[in-house]
Nanobody, 122 residues
Framework: QVQLVESGGGLVQAGGSLRLSCAAS????????MGWYRQAPGNQRDLVAT???????NYADSVKGRFAISKDNAKNTVYLQMNSLKPEDTAVYYC????????????????WGHGTEVAVSS
């Protein structure tokens, strides 16, 4: 059973920084990509940033230049460094692992974490 556990959320003032971590545990042979999504109250869940197994990154326009996604393949862990935080960054941040191969078979599945809250005060 694959599990994703996020950490690092909290309350920060505008202009501050936070670093989120997401560790994937269980029997994992490979992961196609990992990423961060966020959902503010009353809104849909939106992409924040993703990173592929080759290291290719993708960011939402709203976070480009402020957030940086990185990963440690050996630990199956993805990070999100968030700088120059704004009140509009307030949301629950979810980690997602795409295309996880967790057995000797070819099947791949996607997994979500339970989320970590980020609140940015003005």
């Amino acid at each position: 059973q694959v599990q994703l556990v996020e950490s690092g959320g909290g309350l920060v003032q505008a202009g501050g920084s936070l670093r989120l971590s997401c560790a994937a545990s269980g029997t994992i042979f490979s992961i196609n990509a990992m990423g961060w999504y966020r959902q503010a109250p009353g809104n849909q869940r939106d992409l924040v940033a993703t990173i592929s197994d080759s290291g290719r990154t993708n960011y939402a326009d709203s976070v480009k230049g402020r957030f940086a996604i990185s990963k440690d393949n050996a630990k199956n862990t993805v990070y999100l460094q968030m700088n120059s935080l704004k009140p509009e960054d307030t949301a629950v941040y979810y980690c997602k692992a795409d295309g996880v191969r967790a057995s000797w078979g070819p099947e791949r599945y996607d997994y979500w974490g339970h989320g970590t809250e980020v609140a940015v005060s003005s």
